[in-house]
Nanobody
């Protein structure tokens, strides 16, 4: 599967962005999908994940109640709606898909939050 992330940009603190991750090659319903992020000088950290059926989602404590992960299987796309953004959310966001023990990564999209 190939994953194409988009939607990053510059936003003021308190603002919102929606990231998209479009998959090609296989359907997103075959994968556990989600996002990690990596800020400069920091390790890549988990942000959110959604089950194959879409019925279950998981979030890092730092983004819970602010970020919402969803997907549209017919469009083969996963969305991360981010609200109430904080400067600490600034990072490169990477979407991923996991199947049968293998993890596939998108190229990353930059999110910058100005205070």
């Amino acid at each position: 599967v190939q994953l194409q992330a988009s939607g990053g940009g510059l936003v003021q603190a308190g603002g919102s962005l929606r990231l998209s991750c479009a998959a090609s090659g296989r359907t997103v319903s075959d994968y556990i999908m989600g996002w990690f992020r990596q800020a400069p000088g920091k390790a890549r950290e988990f942000v959110s994940a959604i089950s194959r059926s879409g019925s279950s989602t998981e979030y890092a404590d730092s983004v819970k109640d602010r970020f919402t992960l969803s997907k549209i299987d017919s469009n083969n796309t996963v969305f991360l709606q981010m609200t109430s953004l904080e400067p600490e959310d600034a990072a490169v966001y990477y979407c991923y898909g996991m199947i049968s023990g293998a993890t596939y990564w998108g190229q990353g999209t930059q999110v910058t939050v100005s205070s």
